[in-house]
């Protein structure tokens, strides 16, 4: 849905690849189709062999490398990042690739998560002397690589790996070798394509089809990649868990032309509104779904519950983005800018809206009332993912718990709220089923601590900190 609106922020996106004459531009390309991960910043580091160019900003892919500056990131290695910003956490100096340089060896990195023990291992490192750039729990893998004692900088990474706990998806580059590595719970989405005999990763296989990539496998959890002259190795660095991967991506973040740990957003999104449909059926005239992310289970629930599907909402895609407004009001008034009911669909009858969540509920009480405004008679409200009740410490930038509406209001009252004639949510054992077709599997399994607040891995609220999302 419009998440810059409703307070539900995207990841972050990466991109590497190694062994292309135009790295930098194939990194840059596939950014682009990364886009929708981050707005707020994008760099991209290249390597030459002999030394790292970098070139980053604030902004989106086209604003940051304009003028042709993707001409000046020589090489045939590249690692690039899209970002979001959460409280705290913006300014050039957080955008990513981080670059250190050392009179031996550079290191660039670039992350996609949240790293929930980052506020305890930098008070340990500036104990001991570190003096950190950023706000970004980023930088702290950095400098345990540094002071890891290893040699080898693999050993140094696996080390480094060992000591952080949450959500990660990595990308390291210096002059001569790319790393890779997957959080053990496989957290965050990330593949492995190929360019020809160019090794390719990305968060999302949307950015290999741009590129004209070939999709290969998932990056395994607990795994690290080694790539550099003589290919790619694959060793482990922490031993085979449960996968639990972030089942947002599936319900809100990926695009639905990606496929995620072998399943299309797409097909998994119209099965949850299939399953919605079979949870919760209502008499109506029409379905429609709330674009983009939406559209999909907007489909499923239509073809399970026999209600034509129409687009009863159109998305005005020339609108600039709402969510740098000063102010709330200007943010909800962003959602009339960004949508506009169709009437001669609508009027008269009685609508199902189905969209993918709720957070605050102000957006939703606003598309209801444009529905009515339009002459729906009544507006069904159907949420393909289940209440969203806890706050997410692995990277997505959902409010606090005081800031939910489902975590301090009945689904009753909610209804109420926003206006609505009715409303329901997908179960978590609905959700689960739509996207988990092996649930004995150790590599599949699904994260749904927003929902129920069973968390994967150990956390630290008392000292996670927005400043620490990226």
């Known amino acids: 849905m419009l998440a810059e609106i409703k307070g539900l922020n995207e990841e972050c996106g990466v991109f590497a690849i190694w062994g292309h004459e135009k790295a930098a531009e194939m990194a840059y390309y596939g950014l682009h189709a990364l886009q929708h991960r981050g707005q707020e910043g994008a760099g991209i580091v290249s390597s030459d062999g002999a030394q790292l160019h970098v070139h980053k900003g604030t902004g989106l892919i086209n604003e940051v490398f304009e003028a042709g500056k993707i001409r000046n990131l020589k090489g045939q290695a590249a690692i690039g990042h899209v970002r979001y910003a959460t409280l705290g956490g913006g300014g050039y100096e957080n955008v990513q690739p981080l670059v250190f340089r050392s009179q031996t060896s550079s290191l660039a990195l670039a992350h996609n998560g949240n790293l929930v023990n980052a506020f305890a291992l930098k008070t340990q490192l500036e104990a001991q002397g570190s003096i950190l750039q950023t706000t970004s729990d980023t930088e702290v893998v950095a400098h345990l690589v540094k002071r890891s004692g290893h040699l080898e900088l693999e050993e140094a990474i696996k080390q480094a790996l060992g000591m952080v706990k949450g959500a990660y998806a990595f990308t390291f580059l210096t002059e001569n070798k790319?790393?890779?590595?997957?959080?053990?719970?496989?957290?965050?989405?990330?593949?492995?394509?190929?360019?020809?005999?160019?090794?390719?990763?990305?968060?999302?296989?949307?950015?290999?089809?741009?590129?004209?990539?070939?999709?290969?496998?998932?990056?395994?959890?607990?795994?690290?990649?080694?790539?550099?002259?003589?290919?790619?190795?694959?060793?482990?660095?922490?031993?085979?868990?449960?996968?639990?991967?972030?089942?947002?991506?599936?319900?809100?973040?990926?695009?639905?032309?990606?496929?995620?740990?072998?399943?299309?957003?797409?097909?998994?999104?119209?099965?949850?509104?299939?399953?919605?449909?079979?949870?919760?059926?209502?008499?109506?005239?029409?379905?429609?779904?709330?674009?983009?992310?939406?559209?999909?289970?907007?489909?499923?629930?239509?073809?399970?519950?026999?209600?034509?599907?129409?687009?009863?909402?159109?998305?005005?895609?020339?609108?600039?983005?709402?969510?740098?407004?000063?102010?709330?009001?200007?943010?909800?008034?962003?959602?009339?800018?960004?949508?506009?009911?169709?009437?001669?669909?609508?009027?008269?009858?009685?609508?199902?809206?189905?969209?993918?969540?709720?957070?605050?509920?102000?957006?939703?009480?606003?598309?209801?009332?444009?529905?009515?405004?339009?002459?729906?008679?009544?507006?069904?409200?159907?949420?393909?993912?289940?209440?969203?009740?806890?706050?997410?410490?692995?990277?997505?930038?959902?409010?606090?718990?005081?800031?939910?509406?489902?975590?301090?209001?009945?689904?009753?009252?909610?209804?109420q709220q926003i206006g609505a004639d009715s409303l329901a949510f997908l179960s978590a054992e609905g959700l689960e089923k739509s996207i988990v077709t092996d649930p004995n599997s150790i590599t599949q399994g699904v994260c749904q601590a927003c929902f129920t607040g069973n968390y994967p891995t150990e956390i630290y609220p008392d000292t996670i900190i927005p400043a620490y999302k990226d």
């Open 178 to 415: 790319m790393f890779v590595a997957l959080d053990p719970r496989g957290l965050r989405p990330l593949s492995i394509g190929m360019l020809g005999d160019a090794y390719v990763i990305a968060s999302e296989t949307c950015a290999f089809d741009l590129i004209g990539a070939t999709y290969e496998r998932e990056v395994q959890p607990g795994e690290l990649l080694i790539i550099d002259e003589n290919g790619m190795r694959s060793t482990a660095f922490s031993s085979p868990m449960k996968r639990t991967l972030c089942s947002m991506e599936y319900v809100y973040f990926s695009r639905p032309d990606s496929n995620v740990n072998g399943l299309n957003v797409h097909a998994s999104r119209k099965t949850m509104g299939k399953q919605l449909a079979t949870e919760a059926m209502v008499e109506a005239d029409v379905v429609t779904g709330v674009p983009d992310s939406s559209i999909s289970a907007a489909i499923g629930f239509s073809e399970a519950s026999g209600i034509p599907y129409e687009l009863g909402l159109i998305k005005n895609r020339y609108v600039g983005r709402t969510f740098i407004q000063p102010s709330q009001e200007l943010r909800e008034q962003g959602v009339k800018m960004k949508l506009s009911p169709v009437r001669g669909i609508v009027e008269g009858k009685r609508v199902v809206m189905v969209d993918d969540s709720i957070v605050r509920g102000t957006t939703s009480r606003r598309i209801v009332r444009l529905l009515k405004e339009a002459g729906a008679t009544e507006v069904h409200v159907r949420i393909a993912s289940p209440p969203i009740v806890n706050p997410c410490y692995y990277g997505i930038d959902t409010s606090t718990k005081s800031e939910l509406i489902a975590a301090n209001f009945s689904v009753e009252e909610m209804r």
